[in-house]
Every structure is written in structure tokens, then in C-alpha cells.
């Protein structure tokens, strides 16, 4: 069958696919998680651990998979990564408790995190500087519909079948991406480093990295933008459903009306990235972050106690993540050709380490408010 050309639009969806597979199967089942407080007779923290699991497993598994594709090739790394990713999510339907579910959650993230490392790796063979930025920008657009749509599908599965329904769910997304992988995508690593694997040249590979004072700027830029977005994707059922009142089915609507944000970022970055570069545009988000998050703060302070008193800014603060990750990024990859699989996964590692860090914080600070996640995502912008 005919594989997808390097500047085709088919080939953009699908490599947003395989990176936001992750985000399918947290976002799907984010409606659910008030219902399986009661299911598993589990506290608020607990169920957060879900979500903070899932982050750490990651974290952890990106500093193999981008390694283990440079020495072996893009392909046959995504498809382990995705098969173990289907094999989780189906596991995670029979899950008899919480502690169960953690660890299968942090399964199914060792699978799903081979989707944005290798992903964003591909993109990184086929193009380089603003030309990669503006291809992950797209991606970015593409991905954005996925948690506007997800927590709307999920709402609607918890209603008719379930929390169960999610799992199942994305279970089968994952055998279609692993489908798409097969037959569309050709191999873009055309010169493996048989090195790769090797201890002392992997610790030589993330040494440099780290000494890297460019490299450094854009990881943290995308790591706290990143982690400000998970601050809003672990606490915001429980402050609309919980604190808000927002029913299930109406919960998604909220989160699609913020990752409309995102999309509109992605494309506003599309657009202007190949004008004004990649470090204006991530400076450029920072500022619109910092300020819809002291926005945010501002209204909980001021005791406005709606929906809209945290979407609103959020969907603004999204739209920062649009504008600052993809670009941080690119411009992170960008001087490292030769090892492009250890610049995406040590990148990867710091970003979901900070989310599970970020979501653990936001479950154990939550007091009935609005005002912990507010301050939370704020202190992220800033």
C-alpha cells in the first residue's frame, strides 16, 4: 500500500493521532471520575493517583522509546509501544479496585508514550527548524479537536454504559492508529545509530542536552506550559461537577470550549511562527499564560463562583500552550539531528514528570474551591 509523502495533510492527522493518543485515554474517561469515587469507595486523591500514574508512566517510558528508536527505527518501536497501549486499556475494563486501575493506568501511559516521542521524532527526520515547528503546529491544531471531543464522548459513555465504556474505547482507537501505523507510514529513520543503546553513549547523548542553555529555555518553557495544562485536566471535574454543579454530559462542553483555545494557539503559531520565529512566539505565549492566570486568580479571590470564572481565562491559557509548546519543541529538537529520539525523550521525561507532580498537587490541595487549581495554574503561567 502507498505510504504518506512528508508534506501531505494525511500524514499531519495521523502523526496527531499517535501523539494524542494519551490525551484520549485521559480525557475520555474524565467525566467518569466523580462516578468512580462511589464504584471503588475511593477518595478524591486517590482517584487523582489515576491520573498522576498514568503521568509518571510517561515520564518514565520516554527515555527509553526515543533511544530504542534510534537504534531500531521509528516503526517497529511505535508499534510495541502501541500494542502494549491496546492490551492496558482493554485490562483497565476488568479493574476490580483503585489500586488496580492505578497500575494498569501506568501501563496503558508505558504503551501511549511511544505516540508523541516518536511522533514528534518523525516529524524531526522529515523537517527541521521553523518548517518542523510549523508541522507540529498543525499537529497541534489537529490534536486540539481530540480533548474538545473526548470528554463529550466520555460524558455520554458514563451515562449509557459506564466508566467501563471509556477503556473500551480507546482500546479500539489504539488498534486503529496501530492499523494507520502499518500501513501508511514509512520508515524516516534511514540511518539508525547502532550506538544508541549503549549506556555510555546514552549518558553522553542527555549530558549534552543538559548542558544545553537553548535546549534548557524551551524545555521549560513547554514543561510549565504543559504542566499548567494538566493542572486544569486533573481538577477541573471535580470543581465543575463537584463544586460547580456541571452535569456529566455538560462537563465535556466546558472542556471542548477550552481546547478551542488550544486550536486557535496552534493556529495563530501556524501562521505567524515562519514570520516572527520560534523564541518571539513562545515569548509571546508566555505573556498571554501569565496573564490569564492571575486573571483566574483573581475572579476566585473576588468570590465569583461560575463556570466561566475558570474556563474562561483557561481557554485563554490555552491558547498560550498552543503558541509556546509546539514551538518549544521544535526549537528544542532542532540542533540535535543526530540524536533526535534522546532530545524528544529526555524532553518528554521532564514534561510528564512536572504534570505528575503538578496533578498530585492539585488532588491533594483541593478543598471544595475553585481557588487551589486556580492558584496552581497560575503559578504554571507564571
Keep these: 500500500m502507498r505510504k504518506l509523502t512528508p508534506d501531505s495533510r494525511a500524514l499531519v492527522i495521523v502523526l496527531a493521532l499517535f501523539t494524542s493518543i494519551g490525551a484520549l485515554a485521559t480525557d475520555t474517561y474524565l467525566p467518569s471520575l466523580p462516578a468512580m469515587e462511589q464504584v471503588f469507595s475511593a477518595s478524591t486523591a486517590e482517584i487523582q493517583l489515576t491520573l498522576s500514574a498514568f503521568m509518571l508512566g510517561l515520564a518514565v517510558s520516554q527515555l527509553f522509546y526515543g533511544p530504542m528508536s534510534d537504534r531500531f527505527g521509528r ?10 497501549f491496546v492490551a492496558a486499556s482493554f485490562a483497565c475494563t476488568i479493574a476490580q479496585s483503585v489500586e488496580m486501575l492505578i497500575g ?40 486540539g479537536l481530540v480533548p474538545a471531543i473526548a470528554p463529550i464522548i466520555g460524558g455520554y459513555l458514563e451515562i449509557w454504559w459506564g466508566w467501563h465504556a471509556s477503556f473500551l474505547f480507546v482500546g479500539l482507537i489504539g488498534i486503529v492508529a496501530i492499523a494507520a501505523l502499518v500501513l501508511k507510514i514509512a520508515e524516516s529513520l534511514h540511518s539508525p545509530d547502532p550506538e544508541a543503546l549503549q549506556p555510555l553513549h546514552l ?29 486544569f485536566i486533573s481538577g477541573s471535574s471535580f470543581v465543575l461537577q463537584g463544586v460547580f454543579g456541571v452535569a ?38 508566555a505573556l498571554l499564560a501569565a496573564a490569564s492566570g492571575i486573571v483566574m486568580v483573581g475572579l476566585a479571590l473576588g468570590g465569583v463562583d461560575r463556570p466561566m470564572a475558570v474556563v474562561g481565562p483557561h481557554i485563554f491559557f490555552m491558547a498560550s500552550v498552543g503558541m509556546v509548546l509546539p514551538q518549544s519543541i521544535a526549537g528544542a529538537l532542532t540542533p540535535f539531528p543526530h540524536m533526535a529520539g534522546a532530545a524528544s525523550s529526555l524532553f518528554g521525561f521532564v514534561q510528564m514528570s512536572c504534570a505528575a507532580l503538578v496533578g498530585a498537587l492539585v488532588g491533594r490541595s483541593f478543598d471544595g474551591t475553585q481557588l487551589p487549581l486556580t492558584l496552581i495554574i497560575c503559578g504554571c503561567g507564571l
Design 203 to 231: 549518558a553522553k547523548n542527555f549530558r549534552s542536552l543538559l548542558r544545553d542553555r537553548i535546549y534548557l529555555g524551551y524545555m521549560a518553557c513547554g514543561c510549565f506550559s504543559f504542566a499548567g495544562l494538566f493542572a
Design 75 to 84: 516503526k517497529p518501536v511505535m508499534f510495541g509501544g502501541l500494542a502494549i
Design 104 to 143: 494498569l493506568r501506568f501501563f496503558q501511559a508505558v504503551g501511549a508514550s511511544a505516540g508523541p516521542v516518536l511522533a514528534r521524532a518523525i516529524a524531526r527526520d522529515l523537517h527541521g527548524g521553523d518548517k518542523a515547528a510549523r508541522m507540529l503546529s498543525a499537529m497541534g491544531s489537529v490534536m
Design 248 to 285: 456529566a454530559e455538560n462537563f465535556g462542553l466546558y472542556f471542548a470550549l477550552v481546547c478551542l483555545g488550544y486550536v486557535a494557539g496552534t493556529q495563530i503559531a501556524t501562521r505567524l511562527t515562519m514570520r516572527v520565529g520560534l523564541a518571539r512566539m513562545v515569548w509571546f505565549g
